[in-house]
């Protein structure tokens, strides 16, 4: 590395990165000092700046969601477990349905090839959100409300993953097709022998992304989940504050939060190195 | 460069096995609801569905002589642009820097992309704790400098708070992306201009920010579509459109309308107008990707 010697530069970047990481860090650290005080402490100000001695007591409390914890009643234990069920399905159903799919428009030819292609293309540019009202009747008709399926299966069409493992595919050199058809494997064992273990690291990114994208589901979960027993953890969280003046338990709340970011977050930090590969060619 | 890779295997069943389980969610849970989508903005139904009439254009035109529907645009517009030029701004600053300190790069880099795992809705939660009014961190000490902070009744306030969450939350994407961008300029590019004596600022100017600019459009894009649509759980979480409607976002209007007001025919318009709105902002996208592929 040659770049210069510039003391002072080198100060104000460290300073500036330092403020912006504090800044970044400080609403998670905040949530972290609540979850560790009594609710009485968390509902006048000032309120403790630093983690206080409640916190088992806290985290116990919202994973019980015994009736007077703050959570209304909701186990925090349950959310999670639905949260990961729901997360684990989208991010392996995408993976799975994009590698097979991809798979069959490179390595084959048939008919409407094209159009195939296209159909998958577009689901890009129709996000659930401009097209919830239908959606949810089609769901509703099709009696999915409150099941994983009706959670999961309408977001793991993916065209982004589609793109991502045809992209890689077609980098994947042809002598190996050949060489495989020479020994006379068929296409399947081709896939399952050469492809996927080839495609390992693009799968590892994209878990990431795709168990990230599954957990944070809001909208989704909202309308389809209209029984407490199937809210995951990101709904259940929002039903336990209060509408109006009613007085917002912040210890248990808090408590909530962090448990709802912990896990996205040891996927983010822990396959890091695949993360930020997966999300800076998914998008190119 | 991916050379084109040539079709080998034949058969007449096996591609269209494996494309059915994605082609049929698609069918499904795509192409079927968006057909309904387009269908029901020409109708009108009452609230439980009971009796639907053709109304030709109605909705639309009803839609577009509200004053309420061009708020929310006015509202999307000024929150999208804010999240935006906000969010890349710090991103780039912070990029900038964490690129230049070789050696601890990827100290900084872990910590920024924190963020990225918190899902919108608990985000706006945590920012919703420290803007609360009676107990919130951020909100006492504006109190303290003379600011009576209540984003329950102020409009600006309430604002304030969506976008400084959506930023947030967005930062550690815009940050990625600048980063690998900084990375990927040629090392001897930046020893040439070191050897004809110019410093960090001049090689920000020259050098640095016009080999990021494929990047820049590409974020502000994504950006205006993350404002658009993936911020629906921050303002559910903490404003839910109010006070009054200064904070409904047309995502958070066609929510509004069709699940809390029931009124579907004006909802699946709006829907039909997003769409629109999103296959332009899509185009737009791969316009810019063309040209990153190219520079």
Known sequence: MSIEKRPWVDAIAHTTLIIGVMVIAFPIYMAWVASTHTAQAMAQWPIPLLPGDQMFENYAAALSGSENSGTRGMSVYRMLLVSLISALTIAFGKIIISLISAFALVYFRFPFRGLVFWCIFITLMLPVEVRIVPTFKVIADLGMLNSYAGLTVPLIASATATFLFRQFFKSVPNELAEAAKVDGAGPMRFFFDILIPLSATSIAALFVIQFIYGWNQYLWPLLISTKEDMYPIVVGIRRMIPAGDAQTEWNVIMATAILAMAPPLMVVLLMQKWFVKGLVETEK | ?295
């Open chain 2, 1 to 295: 460069m991916s050379q084109k890779t040539e079709i080998f295997f034949k058969s007449r069943w096996l591609p269209w096995a494996l494309v059915a389980p994605q082609g049929i969610i698609v069918l499904v849970f795509f192409f079927w609801p968006a057909g309904q989508a387009f269908v029901n903005s020409f109708q009108e139904s009452d609230a439980f569905g009971m009796s639907v009439e053709w109304v030709g254009i109605k909705n639309f035109t009803a839609l577009f002589a509200n004053p309420a529907y061009w708020y929310s645009f006015k509202v999307t517009g000024i929150f999208s642009v804010l999240v935006a030029v906000i969010g890349i701004g710090l991103a780039l600053i912070l990029a900038v820097f964490a690129d230049r300190v070789v050696r601890a790069t990827l100290i900084y880099r872990s910590l920024i992309i924190w963020p990225y795992a918190v899902a919108p809705a608990v985000a706006g939660i945590l920012w919703l704790f420290l803007f609360s009014p009676s107990v919130g961190v951020v909100a006492r000490s504006l109190e303290a400098i003379g600011v009576q902070w209540n984003s329950l009744l102020n409009s600006d306030h309430a604002m304030a708070l969506i976008v400084i969450a959506s930023v947030w939350k967005q930062i550690s994407y815009n940050f990625l992306f600048f980063l690998a961008g900084l990375q990927s300029i040629p090392k001897s590019l930046i020893e040439a201009s070191m050897l004809d004596g110019a410093g960090p600022w001049r090689r920000f100017w020259s050098i640095q920010l016009p080999l990021l600019s494929p990047v820049f459009f590409f974020l502000l894009v994504i950006n205006i579509v993350y404002a658009f649509f993936d911020t629906f759980g921050i303002i559910d979480a903490t404003t839910q459109g109010g006070p009054g409607k200064e904070t409904e976002i047309l995502v958070y209007k066609v929510y509004f309308d069709g699940f809390k007001a029931l009124d579907l025919g004006s909802s699946a318009a709006q829907s039909v107008i997003l769409m629109t709105i999103v296959i332009l902002l899509t185009a737009l996208q791969f316009k810019f990707i063309d040209k990153k592929v190219n520079y």
